[in-house]
Nanobody
């Protein structure tokens, strides 16, 4: 399974952006999915996760209330809607999938990774 993340770019603070993750060679509908981000000099962190069924989601305090993850298992895509963006949200964003019911905080628990998409939020 190969993942493709798309939708990054530059946005002003307070703006919105939507990221999309899709799979080739398989379907995302059979995996729990996480969106991670990594800023220069920082560790990769989970900013949103969604269970295989879509019934359970996770957000850390830093993005809760601003980011929304969703999935369309018919289309096999996972979206990350990011609102009220802040300069500290600037990072490379990665989608990742693991063959399990639920997401995990540890990036090493994910088997498949997208190539990453840059999100830059200017003040």
């Amino acid at each position: 399974v190969q993942l493709q993340a798309s939708g990054g770019g530059m946005v002003r603070a307070g703006g919105s952006q939507q990221l999309s993750c899709a799979a080739s060679g398989g379907t995302l509908s059979t995996y729990a999915v996480g969106w991670f981000r990594q800023a220069p000099g920082k560790e990769r962190e989970l900013v949103s996760g969604i269970s295989r069924s879509g019934e359970t989601t996770y957000y850390p305090p830093s993005v809760k209330g601003r980011f929304t993850i969703s999935r369309d298992n018919h289309k096999g895509t996972v979206l990350l809607q990011m609102n009220s963006l802040k300069p500290e949200d600037t990072a490379v964003y990665y989608c990742a999938a693991r063959d399990a019911n639920f997401m995990h905080l540890d990036p090493y628990e994910y088997t498949y990774w997208g190539q990453g998409t840059q999100v830059t939020v200017s003040s």
